[in-house]
């Protein structure tokens, strides 16, 4: 996985006010939780942030520079605005090199359905645990040859080395179904679906943060 160096600031404005007042500075308001410490308040720059999360993935390793005090974090939970995509909020956890965490990771359905199937993701991530450093950003689940009726489960899934599958092995992720006509309806009806105007965005205020 990748590693990224922010450098990060104390927070000492907390609430809505001061919430809104840092990402007007262009800046994401976060919290850093774990190893029994108490909650350290600090903000992150948006663009960087952002760029480390794009290329990165959501459980992109980063080591936060606060005023001249490394700590390594994870992102833990992430809050987007509905409308514009933007961070809003971020809780981040402590870890330590070597340390085992446990994290949800994002499973990617890829290769070509049969002919006369399609596919449903029943669910999108699955649970591990993984050394810290070594956090997987993704895992690619290859549908190809699946048979109409038959299903993939968290259990098929091919796990590097290092890294222990915590869901169930018999969750279904993918199941395979034939085409009919209901499916393709709702596919068309899906497709049709009109995008939020620009009206809808002004009216439109961030989620409260959770921890503020």
Not at 83 to 105: Q, S
Not at 167 to 182: C, F, H, N, W, Y
Request: hydrophobic share 40%; aromatic share 2%.
């Amino acid at each position: 996985m990748s590693e990224v160096r922010l450098a990060a600031e104390s927070r000492t404005e907390f609430g809505k006010g001061g919430a809104r007042r840092t990402r007007r500075a262009g800046k994401i308001p976060a919290v850093i939780y774990g190893h029994g410490d108490n909650p350290r308040h600090v903000s992150l720059p948006a663009r960087e942030f952002t760029a480390a999360i794009r290329h990165g993935g959501v459980n992109v390793l980063l080591t936060l520079d606060i005023e001249g005090t490394e700590q390594l974090v994870i992102p833990k939970a992430i809050q987007r605005h509905a409308i514009k995509g933007t961070f809003d909020h971020v809780d981040l956890l402590a870890v330590r090199r070597g340390e085992k965490v446990t994290i949800d990771v994002p499973v990617i359905v890829v290769g070509d359905v049969v002919a006369g199937g399609v596919y449903e993701q029943e669910h999108p991530s699955v649970s591990v645990e993984a050394e810290a450093t070594h956090l997987p950003t993704e895992f690619e689940l290859d549908i190809t040859g699946v048979e109409i009726g038959s299903h993939v489960t968290a259990g098929d899934l091919k796990l590097p080395n290092g890294v222990a599958l915590l869901t169930d092995p018999e969750q279904i992720l993918v199941v395979v179904r034939e085409v009919t006509t209901a499916s393709v309806t709702e596919e068309e009806a899906g497709a049709g679906e009109e995008a939020p105007s620009a009206g809808d965005e002004a009216a439109e205020e961030p989620a409260a943060e959770n921890g503020e």
